[in-house]
């Protein structure tokens, strides 16, 4: 794998709110921080054109909720063929998280996730996606 070195020409106020926020975040260079937004990018439009990607569900619910947990595991079988692994976690006596590791076109993956987040009782669901290639 090469490096590709290419020029970036930016407005100065805009290149010295970009200095500031990399700082804030923590980047030792411009290159890494440019490099994680093209791969952002890429992701993104990768996504948006139903190619293949990996990512993460995550849900919260009361467990106490028997509809929600029964309805959880019934759309998860139907999706078992993008889904690679799940994890259910106990975090106190009334609130369950379970993480969804999937991989499969966006189209597949933004299905499910769809169907989880709108399902009722559900507290809080994100999708947080990877470009595989």
Not at 10 to 39: N, V
Not at 47 to 62: F, P
Request: glycine share 6%.
């Amino acid at each position: 794998m090469g490096v590709v070195r290419f020029g970036v020409s930016l407005p100065r106020d805009i290149a010295h709110q970009f200095d500031d926020a990399i700082k804030k975040e923590g980047y030792e260079t411009r290159s890494k921080a440019i490099y994680d937004l093209i791969k952002k990018y890429i992701t993104q439009s990768k996504w948006q054109h139903g190619e293949k990607i990996a990512g993460i569900i995550s849900i919260l619910y009361d467990h106490h909720e028997k509809d929600a947990v029964n309805t959880l595991l019934e759309i998860q079988h139907e999706y078992h063929d993008i889904i690679i692994s799940s994890q259910h976690i106990h975090l106190d006596h009334d609130n369950c998280f379970e993480v969804i590791i999937v991989k499969g076109k966006s189209n597949e993956v933004e299905g499910l996730y769809r169907r989880l987040k709108t399902l009722k009782n559900i507290k809080d669901t994100s999708l947080t996606v990877a470009d595989i290639s």
